[in-house]
Nanobody, 119 residues
Framework: QVQLVESGGGLVQAGGSLRLTCVASGSIFRFNSMGWYRQAPGKQRELVAA???????NYADSVKGRFTISRDSANNTIYLQMIRLKPEDTAVYYCAADRSITYYPHDYWGQGTQVTVSS
């Protein structure tokens, strides 16, 4: 059974940094695309960043220059380094994984980790 487990969320002041980690397990297949989504209260879930194929990345405009996604393919693990955090980054952050090469990985989902940025 595939499991995605996120960690690294928490409470941080505006301007601070956090690093999220997602470890995928239980799959005999390599995940060719993995990514991070977020959902703030009252809003739809949105893609934050994804990494696919030969480490090609894509980002939401709102996080470009502040967030960096990276991957340890050997261990089916991805990271999201977040700097210069803003209160509007407050959300539950979800990890997603996909066997296909896609901008929007969505086959499997983690349970989410809360990120709260205080002003």
């Amino acid at each position: 059974q595939v499991q995605l487990v996120e960690s690294g969320g928490g409470l941080v002041q505006a301007g601070g940094s956090l690093r999220l980690t997602c470890v995928a397990s239980g799959s005999i297949f390599r995940f060719n695309s993995m990514g991070w989504y977020r959902q703030a209260p009252g809003k739809q879930r949105e893609l934050v960043a994804a990494i696919r194929g030969g480490d090609i990345t894509n980002y939401a405009d709102s996080v470009k220059g502040r967030f960096t996604i990276s991957r340890d393919s050997a261990n089916n693990t991805i990271y999201l380094q977040m700097i210069r955090l803003k209160p509007e980054d407050t959300a539950v952050y979800y990890c997603a994984a996909d066997r296909s090469i896609t901008y929007y990985p969505h086959d499997y989902w983690g349970q989410g980790t809360q990120v709260t940025v205080s002003s």
